[in-house]
């Protein structure tokens, strides 16, 4: 188990996996309410945290739009998969100590994130980075497949290639595939990130108890995971300034999800 303080102590065994529970439509406006409360009860904390997964991407994309080199779209594709998984078990963190009545200290909340390196919070990070690698990687396929030699056309410049026919055919069948992508990362850190950081589990057991919990609930669980995607896209509307404020309400909803989602 996670410990308050800076001294972060893992039990030796394995925790037990908590059990799969049905939630209700009405739980997400329950969770969404949890997450603006920790929100407000611990804004600093929830504005660093976003910060760094906000700030760290304009960095990395500044320096690759002055660099002029594709390369350097490597950190930026290796960086935000990364960053987002560190990011989250701090806000979890902070949702667990809210509820567990438990003191907020920069020094217990950031030794704790950071006593994740040693646990199995990176191999769930490296998951996603190579789920997302591979997004890429498809989306890139299916652009050269019905675009042909259009393929060789900047895209960000000339949009017009995309409303031919190809392009329209090409939108769809990239739109679907990546909701398959989101579909599945959705699935196995819904509940499974949360997991890691509450107790003493390997990352692919909770994935999987998350694919369950998921499944088990599809219809809430996929109208959270659209509320989820609406939010975060009004949020990058105004300059991406909203995210500040909804990525760590999103954080903490998400820990109380799944507080919800898989219990003892």
Do not use: K
Request: charged share 10%.
């Amino acid at each position: 188990m996670v410990q308050g303080d800076m001294n972060v102590e893992v039990s030796a065994g394995a925790s037990p996996l908590p059990e799969v529970q049905e939630v209700r439509l009405a739980d997400i406006g329950a969770v969404l309410a949890a997450g603006w409360r920790d929100f407000t009860r611990a804004p600093l904390y929830g504005l660093f945290f976003s910060a760094v997964y906000v700030l760290g991407g304009v960095v990395m994309w500044q320096v690759y739009a002055a660099a002029g080199a594709e390369w350097w779209l490597i950190p930026v594709f290796v960086g935000f998969p990364l960053l987002a998984p560190f990011a989250a078990t701090g806000l979890y963190e902070v949702s667990r100590r809210l509820e567990a009545g438990q003191a907020l200290d920069w020094r217990g909340v950031l030794g704790v994130v950071f006593a994740q390196r040693q646990r199995q919070v990176p191999s769930m990070a490296m998951l996603i980075l190579l789920m997302f690698m591979f997004w890429v990687f498809v989306a890139h396929t299916i652009f050269a497949l019905f675009m042909g030699l259009s393929a060789m056309t900047n895209v960000s410049s000339s949009f017009e290639v995309l409303w031919t026919g190809n392009g329209l055919v090409m939108l769809a069948v990239g739109s679907a595939v990546g909701a398959v992508f989101a579909t599945v990362l959705f699935a196995v850190t819904a509940g499974g990130l949360p997991m890691l950081l509450e107790r003493e589990v390997d990352f692919v057991s909770a994935m999987i108890r998350s694919v369950q919990a998921v499944t088990a609930n599809a219809v809430v669980m996929a109208v959270w995971g659209g509320v989820i995607a609406v939010l975060l896209f009004a949020a990058m509307l105004p300059m991406f300034l909203g995210l500040f404020v909804v990525l760590p309400v999103l954080g903490h909803a998400t820990w109380h999800m799944y507080r919800r989602l898989l219990a003892e």
